[in-house]
């Protein structure tokens, strides 16, 4: 794939990436609240699910989600419910400093990838972004599976520099509210963010 072209891709998705969204805010939330533990795995579902609209869109079916409306749809009101649950867990959790997921019972890596899975799947933001973006760049009748292994990987180096970003800024503003009161008041700032996520998600 031509270079130049890679490079918009790569710099585009980085700004889209980067400016807060429903999975950005829901990764950072849970990080003030509990933790910087179990954040790789929500990361690389929501990174998982960007790779598929990817290749939704390469493979030129932006029929699928007009065909498979209700299908979406249910995606969709699944990662909703599942920030609505994360944001009850903060609302609830101990306002122990430091240790809250120690607290807590923790959440297995599984179920937190499938919940940034289902919460990209069901982000109409992101398969929009790829349909708009790449027939702009490529000729999606031509890509191959050579076009998408250039572009996924492109995506996963970008996505993961972004989401590693905003874990290690959680990480370190979480370190700087060492009193009960300061925890209770960041899981309420936290939880109330994720259930905002929750609303954008199932409006959209």
Known sequence: MDLAALVIFASTLFVAAASPGPGI??????????????????????ILGDLIWLAVAILGLAVVAQTFHEIFLIIKYVGAAYLLYLAYRM????????????NGSRESDLRLFLGG??????????????????PNLID????????YVELASVSIAVLTVVFGAYVIAAARA??????????????????????GAAVAVATK
């Not at 950072?28 to 179990?38: F, K, T």
């Not at 609302?91 to 120690?102: G, V």
């Not at 919460?119 to 992101?126: A, E, R, S, Y």
């Not at 999606?140 to 050579?146: C, D, Q, S």
């Open 174 to 195: 979480r370190t700087l509210f060492r009193s009960v009161r300061a925890m209770r008041l960041l899981n309420r700032v936290g939880g109330t963010m994720i259930a």
């Open 91 to 102: 609302w609830t959790a101990p306002a122990a400093p430091h240790d809250i997921a120690a």
């Open 140 to 147: 999606l009748t031509r890509a191959g599976l050579t076009g």
């Open 25 to 46: 805010t829901a990764l950072v939330a849970r990080v003030i609240g509990r933790g910087p533990e179990g954040a790789s795995a929500f990361a690389a579902g929501l």
């Open 117 to 134: 899975l289902a919460l990209t799947l069901g982000n109409p933001k992101v398969v929009a972004f790829y349909l708009a973006l790449l």
